[in-house]
């Protein structure tokens, strides 16, 4: 998924001298195609993650539509103050990448692992989280934010590499993208990021159950109006996402529910990482097989 990132970002930069990245001094080797294309609209903040935020505001502000790429936490949580009060707020075109959703870090331990950064993100009104599950989500959700900059958060996984050839095209904030489809079945699986295989896991052991199983890769505060809808129509609905459980995915379809009708006339599942893995270190193999989502 980082290599598809910038990739895609250089081939938009050839057609858009409006696009900058800046990196906090990390992202080598993948960032390169970028710097040496563009080296006037590639700057390296160093290890200075506020300042770095300030900066693509600036920019931003002046026209351009900044990407800001780091490792999982330290573009969000670092500078929190600064993404919520200068870019949020401003509604600003900044795009926030951030690298190793979840567990990706395993090894450099809990600093590094992307455990709550649904919760601080989905608590900004203006910004999109876009969590891609594939590489055909990714260039969709790229698409969309080339056409449309605006305060975003893109989350990528470090190693994920799918094709999934049955993504929509087109997507925008708020699309589900089908994965199965069963018409009579009013049970669901919802999944977002870099949980394909769980959610493959998990269906295997229910193959005597049909699930209908979707994925939403662009979401946030201000796209929860028109998902009641669509989950009306089911009555069971397990959600799946690599984030601990309080202020994740599965929050954000529990409060969609609770906010339209009473839960109790659905049955609703949130699989999610359990916070008991902070602290530890492991691959992320390792990690996930003890406290992913199951």
């Known amino acids: 998924m980082r290599n598809l990132f910038i990739d895609t970002l250089v081939k938009e930069a050839r057609l858009n001298k409006k696009i900058v990245l800046i990196v906090g001094d990390l992202g080598f080797n993948v960032v390169e195609?970028?710097?040496?294309?563009?080296?006037?609209?590639?700057?390296?903040?160093?290890?200075?993650e506020?300042?770095?935020?300030?900066?693509?505001?600036?920019?931003?502000?002046?026209?351009?539509?900044?990407?800001?790429?780091?490792?999982?936490?330290?573009?969000?949580?670092?500078?929190?103050?600064?993404?919520?009060?200068?870019?949020d707020y401003h509604n600003l075109p900044v795009t926030i990448v951030s690298v190793g959703s979840g567990l990706g870090y395993g090894n450099l331990?809990?600093?590094?692992?992307g455990?709550?950064?649904?919760?601080?993100?989905?608590?900004?009104?203006?910004t999109i989280i876009c969590s891609p599950s594939d590489n055909y989500e990714l260039k969709n959700s790229l698409k969309y934010l080339f056409k449309k900059p605006q305060p975003s958060y893109l989350r990528l996984d470090k190693s994920l590499d799918l094709n999934l050839k049955n993504s929509k095209n087109n997507l925008i904030p708020g699309d589900w993208n089908s994965r199965d489809k069963h018409k009579n079945s009013k049970k669901l699986v919802l999944s977002t990021g870099s949980t394909y295989n769980d959610c493959k896991n998990f269906l295997k052991k229910?193959?005597?159950?049909?699930?209908?199983?979707?994925?939403?890769?662009?979401?946030?505060?201000?796209?929860?109006?028109?998902?009641?809808?669509?989950l009306s129509a089911f009555n069971e609905i397990i959600t799946f996402e690599n984030h601990i459980q309080d202020g994740g995915f599965g929050s954000w379809i529990n409060e969609i529910l609770s906010v339209n009708i009473s839960r109790k006339k659905f049955f609703v599942q949130n699989k999610?990482?359990?916070?008991?893995?902070?602290?530890?270190?492991?691959?992320?193999k390792f990690l996930n097989k003890l406290y992913g989502p199951k």
């Open 109 to 113: 331990g809990y600093t590094h692992h």
């Open 272 to 284: 999610f990482i359990n916070s008991n893995v902070i602290g530890k270190v492991g691959s992320e």
């Open 115 to 126: 455990l709550q950064d649904y919760a601080l993100m989905r608590s900004f009104p203006n």
């Open 50 to 87: 506020q300042s770095m935020i300030g900066i693509a505001s600036g920019l931003s502000m002046n026209g351009f539509h900044v990407f800001v790429y780091s490792i999982a936490n330290f573009p969000t949580f670092r500078c929190a103050e600064q993404i919520r009060n200068d870019i």
């Open 33 to 48: 195609p970028f710097k040496k294309e563009f080296p006037k609209r590639f700057f390296n903040a160093g290890v200075s």
């Open 206 to 230: 229910k193959k005597n159950s049909l699930y209908n199983w979707y994925s939403i890769p662009m979401w946030g505060m201000k796209i929860k109006s028109n998902q009641f809808k669509k």
